[in-house]
Nanobody, 114 residues
Framework: VQLQASGGGSVQPGGSLRLSCQVSSSIRGIKRRSWYRQAPGNQRELVATITAGGMTEYLDSVKGRFTISRDIRNNMFFLQMNSLRPEDTAMYYC?????????WGSGTQVTVSS
């Protein structure tokens, strides 16, 4: 497995979760590290991305609540999710992109419900 996501779970609205993505050391020259999500019946959407230069972009609905970060030395990146809402419920996927293309990791389920 080249990308392994973890950290999902069930939380109440307003709660927090931290997703982690372990990246295989075989993946080189990463230009972007990203988190996507897909809820049942919906298309997969880009939640957050961080470039090799450290620039970040977020889905409008998560701005100010989610933070993407990376630990290059340990080949990991993260998504800190605060103030979670029921509409954040989805399967979350990590992904990387380099000159060879995009690689998808496993998903981790996030459920926000009271």
């Amino acid at each position: 497995v080249q990308l392994q996501a973890s950290g999902g779970g069930s939380v109440q609205p307003g709660g927090s979760l931290r997703l982690s993505c372990q990246v295989s050391s075989s993946i080189r020259g990463i230009k972007r590290r990203s988190w996507y999500r897909q809820a049942p019946g919906n298309q997969r959407e880009l939640v957050a991305t961080i470039t090799a230069g450290g620039m970040t972009e977020y889905l409008d609905s998560v701005k100010g609540r989610f933070t993407i970060s990376r630990d290059i030395r340990n080949n990991m990146f993260f998504l800190q999710m605060n103030s979670l809402r029921p509409e954040d419920t989805a399967m979350y996927y990590c992904s990387t992109a380099n000159h060879l293309g995009q690689i998808w990791g496993s998903g981790t389920q996030v459920t926000v419900s009271s």
